[in-house]
């Protein structure tokens, strides 16, 4: 999943742990401060290494606009022409969503529900990749991700095509997350003390409560931290041992060659830019915002598996 495309210069990277209980829920407060730097002119490298079988499920890039939109969905003409900018291959697809915000405070991560609106995607034809696009938001999801340099093309094109339809105003936000699933051989539902095997020990802190020494093994858990990873930007980190799916392979993005349902160990990572002004909708300062996103996911994703997870991930995957 990930390769050696930057340095990073990691300090003060692990402040404090508070650890809660509510409901048999455990949920971790880490205040890490990661500061990284990059040459000047610098550019992301494509040499990194491609895992066969990586646990990732989901990408996805939002870029919120300044806009009080009314929720319609945009005028066909508007819909072909971003098309014929995102160039051959895309097919204009309708649907319906419903949006989850992602609220952290003293509890932890709390999903709140928003209406339901509708949402033009435009998908490439096995419905691993599509692009959204609304009055409110640009957004690129896969499904089918390789490496970031691919994705990259990807993003860029359809930033240039809404900057060419569209002229927005400005940026509100940018967001980009991954969602790993991970699946390794010994770790089973109800039974998560084999997880320690594979990642960070302060990712399964869980099974050392009291509950767990008295004979009551923790069956699963959620947990979230956010990062100071720069300038107005934050990087929000759900994990857990959980059970099925954490990105739904029926859903409207396909996912190929989906894993069967059972227990897995979630990676759901939220990296985001919410200046307190409204920069002009810049195709190249969207890309730069990206590139910064990235970097410190990657970092933080390297310091939470393990070498022998790394090694899973090195396999061929296997089908079904």
């Known amino acids: 999943m990930w390769g050696s495309e930057l340095s990073f210069l990691v300090a003060r990277v692990r402040d404090h742990l508070v650890v809660s209980s509510r409901s048999c829920k455990y ?3 880490f205040q890490f401060e990661l500061y990284y730097s990059l040459a000047e002119g ?3 490298a494509d040499d990194h290494e491609v895992l066969p ?3 990732l499920a989901l990408v996805a890039v939002e870029v919120r606009l300044p806009s009080g939109g009314s929720g319609r969905p945009l005028p066909m003409t508007v819909q072909r022409a971003f098309r014929d900018v995102l160039g051959e291959g895309w097919v204009i697809q ?5 949006p ?14 928003m209406p339901p609106i509708t ?13 959204a696009l609304t009055e409110e938001s640009i957004t690129v999801q896969t499904t089918r991700y390789r490496h970031y340099p691919d994705f990259r093309e990807t993003l860029s094109r359809a930033v240039q095509a809404a900057a060419s339809v569209l002229a927005p105003d400005g940026i509100a936000r940018v967001g980009m997350r991954y969602i790993d699933e991970i699946r390794v051989p010994g770790t089973g539902e109800g039974d998560t003390s084999g997880w320690a095997e594979w990642v960070d020990t302060s990712l399964v802190a869980p099974k050392l409560g009291p509950m767990a020494q008295a004979g009551f093994p923790v069956g699963t858990w959620e947990g979230a931290a956010q990062y100071l990873t720069g300038p107005y930007e934050k990087l929000v980190l759900r994990f857990g041992a959980r059970a099925g799916y ?7 993005l396909k996912r190929p060659d989906p894993p069967r349902p059972g227990p897995f160990f979630m990676l759901d990572f939220d990296s985001f830019w919410e200046p307190p002004e409204i920069p002009e909708f810049e195709p190249t300062t969207i890309m730069a915002v ?3 996103l990235r970097a410190p996911v990657r970092a933080l994703f390297d310091m939470l598996v393990t070498e022998r997870l790394l090694a899973e991930f090195r396999k061929e995957k296997s089908v079904g």
């Open 27 to 29: 949920t971790f407060c």
């Open 42 to 44: 610098m550019t992301v």
């Open 53 to 55: 079988n990586a646990p």
């Open 94 to 98: 309708s649907s319906r969503v419903q």
């Open 100 to 113: 989850v915000s992602l609220t952290i405070g003293p509890g932890g991560a709390v999903p709140q529900a």
């Open 119 to 131: 949402v033009q995607s435009f998908t490439v034809r096995d419905r691993t990749m599509a692009v």
């Open 246 to 252: 954490a990105v739904n392979p029926d859903g409207p």
């Open 290 to 292: 990206c590139d910064r």
